[in-house]
């Protein structure tokens, strides 16, 4: 596709409910990323995929945090048993070229709200 | 744990009017970035400069870099109404595979 996708674009989720978020990198991207970001804050890095290997992990904040991406372009971000604290946008970007030398293509991300 | 500190968190100048953002960051680097973040929206891909260039344009924005001072700034000219956003520097983590960002500067242009 032209950009990157997200999906849901909203999503509200009660606590201790499980979730799962979907991104659609660019086509023929190698490099796939999941961030969080607060309200107010920059995004932080949670997790790093290079092809269909998970190359990075250590943003993931619990073992409640779960990413895939078992072909090598779709990625699904999923969070187990949600908590209030869960509650951010979730941010995919990807990029041609392995590792963070080259720009990023963002999606519009996906805001969830745990009540 | 974000590396790149930028300022000020925010900024408010007229229509036509130059704005200018500030990044700090720590360790060493090869590349730093900036972005923008429209309200509810993804961060959009601005500049990359590399640790070997001082100083890089693309149309209204003009960012350099001092590795010794380990900072960099982003100057917007002829400020719009539609450059009102947040902007992000962004770093690579000096091990790893990801970049890292910072808090932001908010800035608001007035028409």
């Known amino acids: 596709g032209a950009g990157v996708s997200q999906s849901p674009r909203y999503k509200v989720a009660k606590r201790g409910q499980d979730v799962a978020l979907r991104c659609d990198p660019i086509?023929?991207?190698?490099?796939l990323f999941w961030y969080q970001q607060a309200l107010g804050q920059g995004p932080e890095f949670l997790t790093y995929?290079?092809?269909?290997?998970?190359?990075?992990k250590s943003g993931l904040p619990s073992d409640r945090f779960f990413a895939e991406r078992p072909e090598g372009s779709v990625s699904t971000l999923k969070i187990q048993r949600t908590q209030q604290e869960d509650s951010a946008v979730y941010l995919c970007?990807?990029?041609?070229?392995?590792?963070?030398?080259?720009?990023?293509?963002f999606g519009s991300g996906t805001r969830l709200t745990v009540v | 744990s974000q590396q790149g500190e930028e300022d000020p968190q925010a900024l408010s100048i007229q229509e036509g009017e130059n704005a200018t953002m500030n990044c700090s960051y720590k360790?060493?680097?090869?590349?730093l970035q900036w972005y923008r973040q429209n309200s509810g929206r993804g961060l959009v891909h601005l500049i990359l400069?590399?640790?070997?260039?001082r100083e890089k344009h693309s149309g209204r924005l003009r960012v350099t870099l001092d590795t010794s001072k380990k900072s960099s700034s982003l100057l917007i000219t002829a400020s719009r109404a539609a450059d009102t956003a947040s902007y992000f520097c962004?770093?690579?983590?000096?091990?790893?595979?990801?970049?890292?960002f910072g808090a932001g500067t908010i800035l608001r242009v007035k028409s």
């Open positions: 970007a990807s990029s041609l070229a392995p590792g963070p030398n080259y720009g990023y293509t």
């Open positions: 086509s023929g991207h190698v490099s």
């Open positions: 995929f290079q092809n269909e290997a998970q190359l990075d």
């Open positions: 360790t060493s680097i090869n590349n």
């Open positions: 400069i590399r640790s070997n260039e």
């Open positions: 962004a770093t690579p983590r000096e091990y790893g595979n990801k970049l890292v």
